[in-house]
Structures are given as structure tokens and as C-alpha cells.
């Protein structure tokens, strides 16, 4: 009898487990695009975002800007990065085809994903100068670079 109780208490615990939905699929159903406020336009990252969360493959964006700097970075799910390198010279393609005035760097390393996010974040809570973001983006491009 106590075998039972036990095996059907794994078996209702496996099936709260099996019926766990996590939020990845929520995210790229609808994505979280913020258009940042600051000093500086960044009506061209928010377009860049535009652009590239309407892709299937991508599952999330974050994009700063200056006047002539455009930073990119995408996050890849886990069962598409075989073809990472396919898709980042891709992507870097369109996105110079689509702003041409630009220097467009666009990367899928995590670190810099991190660290673009956290400029997004200082950008929209406006506690960032327009030369800080220029010295920040230089920085993130010049670590992505090192990185590859």
C-alpha cells in the first residue's frame, strides 16, 4: 500500500513537471520592443528591432545607436545554433543593405547581449550622457571584437 502511495505521488509530481510551460515561447510570440528615450534618436535601433524580431529564428533583439555606430545583438534558441554563423552574416547583410549610412556590428555572443541590454536599460532610464553611449558602445564593439 505504501508503494502505491509513493508511486503515485512521482507520478503526479512528473506530471506537474511535464505540464510546466516556461516563458520562452511567450517571448517570441509577442516581443518586448521598447523605443529608448534619450538625448540621442534611436529610431534606428528600434527599427533594426522591428526588423529582425520578425524573423522566426530569432528570440530576442537589443539594438543601440549613435549618430553613425548601429550595435545589434540576437539571441539565437538553443536548437538553431548550428547554423549561428549562417544566420549572424545574414542578418549583418540585411541590416547594412537596409541602413547603409551606418556601421552596423552585430553579434550572438552572450556577453555582449549582456551588456548592450544593460546600456538599453541606462538609456531608457535616462541616467546615461550621449558621449557615455558612444564610449559604451565603442567598448562592447571593441570586446566583441577580442572575443572572436
Not at 555572443?109 to 559604451?136: A, C, F, G, P
Request: proline content about 2%; charged content about 30%.
Amino acid at each position: 500500500m505504501r508503494y502505491k502511495k509513493i508511486t503515485l505521488l512521482l507520478l503526479f509530481m512528473m506530471f506537474l513537471v511535464g505540464c510546466h510551460h516556461t516563458n520562452e515561447s511567450s517571448n517570441s510570440e509577442n516581443p518586448n520592443i521598447q523605443h529608448l528615450s534619450t538625448n540621442s534618436s534611436q529610431d534606428t535601433a528600434a527599427q533594426a528591432k522591428e526588423f529582425l524580431m520578425g524573423q522566426d529564428d530569432i528570440k530576442a533583439v537589443h539594438a543601440v545607436n549613435t549618430k553613425d555606430t548601429l550595435l545589434v545583438t540576437i539571441e539565437i534558441p538553443h536548437h538553431e545554433r548550428f547554423s549561428l554563423q549562417d544566420k549572424k552574416e545574414t542578418y549583418q547583410k540585411e541590416l547594412k543593405k537596409i541602413f547603409p549610412d551606418f556601421t552596423v556590428e552585430l553579434s550572438t555572443d552572450q556577453k555582449i547581449v549582456l551588456e548592450t541590454s544593460k546600456l538599453e536599460e541606462k538609456m531608457k532610464n535616462q541616467t546615461i550622457t550621449e558621449e557615455e553611449i558612444k564610449k559604451r558602445i565603442e567598448k562592447i564593439i571593441q570586446l566583441s571584437k577580442e572575443q572572436t
